[in-house]
């Protein structure tokens, strides 16, 4: 009774979520109509009927596939906006969100376009929502490191709209080693570094986004569990995982959330964090996933609690502002 509410109700931040996850099957319609765009499903249900993953790349060929009907500045904005205005919904007062900008350049859409609608959503979201949100440029691991050098050097003229640089797509057979040179870079122009690893992929990526990325956050990184050393070191380091529990639910990482590790990440000290991941394709946006994780275990208000911290802990906002949301 009293945690649904907390839950709800908790301010919170929000570190992992792809914004062309957080399209709508309706909203992809709109898109499509407005734009000229042609579908391969009949209607919405029919694309909704699609949703049912076995793997993160069943997946990921429906969410590129959705992708495509994103054109203009206003399409990023409207989608960006829209995701923001139901992030503050769940009384989420930062959001920190990815991007796959290879998505849209590969189909002839400007850097620009996507970056400056995205970023508008933004700026619209501080002043109308009192909603802190940033952009993380993420590279996709199945295409190579040349694209990805090429992709940040067309990014850096909008340096000043993004914080940092993430890794997602297909995991295995990607390792984070792949991207040694461009995470390198990134980290030498200032920004803020991230990396998915170990979603599917094995432990091992996991010590490579940290040794060789240097990445400062692991994105999931459930498969931690698997290794008692790395779990120590993510403990003793406080190198925050941000997990999302209905994503790895809806891809067959944990089938059945009363098997997914949340609560013991937390009970060995581990800096976790409870994010949507794609939340339009996943079936829930940040608070689902908080009351889905926590109906499926015996965690407390203190875990509660620890979530929320940690939430913020784990943030690059300003001090400052993480001061007075603690
Ligand atoms: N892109 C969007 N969602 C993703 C996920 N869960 N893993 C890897 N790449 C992604
Ligand atoms: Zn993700």
Redesign the pocket.
Known sequence: QHLPALLAAMPKAELHM?I??SLEPEMIFALAQRNGVALPYASVDALRAAYAFTD?QS??NI?YAGASVLLTEQDFHDMAWAYLQRAAADHVVRAEI?F?PQTHTARGVPMATVINGLARACDAAHEQLGVSAALIL?FL?HLSEDEALATLAEALPYRQHFIGVGL????VGHPPEKFSRVFAQARAHGLHVVA?AG??GPPDYIWQALDVLHAERI??GVQATRDAALMQRLARERIPLTV?PL?NQK?QVFPDLRQHPLKALLDAGLCATVNS??PA?FGGYVGDNLQAVFAASDMDANHAWQLAANSFEASFAPEADKAVWR
Do not use: I, K, N
């Not at 997602?168 to 995991?171: A, Q, V, Y």
């Open positions: 792809h062309e996850g993160l997946f990921l969410y990815f796959d993420c691991r997602d797509s297909s995991e998915h979603e599917e994105d999931h999302c994503s891809l991941d794609d394709y």
